[in-house]
């Protein structure tokens, strides 16, 4: 069962307090989206550190209940 974006939003607000997350269903069919999370958690890691940040908040949910999340990360 596909993740909602609401939930998406949730699991990544929950790992990466204090972030602003805006979702993008990306071709409306609740299996494609678009992440943009902003945070000052981000300072000092490098891009791929920060998008671990995000992938490890799915609690390995990433493959099989999120099929695919585009990823944009900003440190504040």
């Not at 550190?49 to 209940?65: L, P």
């Amino acid at each position: 069962m596909p993740m909602s974006e609401k939930e998406i939003k949730l699991f990544i607000t929950n790992a990466i307090p204090n972030s602003t997350v805006e979702i993008e269903d990306l071709k409306g069919d609740g299996d494609h989206y678009s992440a943009t999370v902003k945070s000052k958690s981000f300072n000092g890691k490098t891009r791929v550190e920060q998008h671990k940040m995000v992938y490890d908040a799915f609690k390995g949910k990433m493959g099989s209940e999120l099929h695919a999340l585009k990823l944009k990360t900003i440190s504040e």
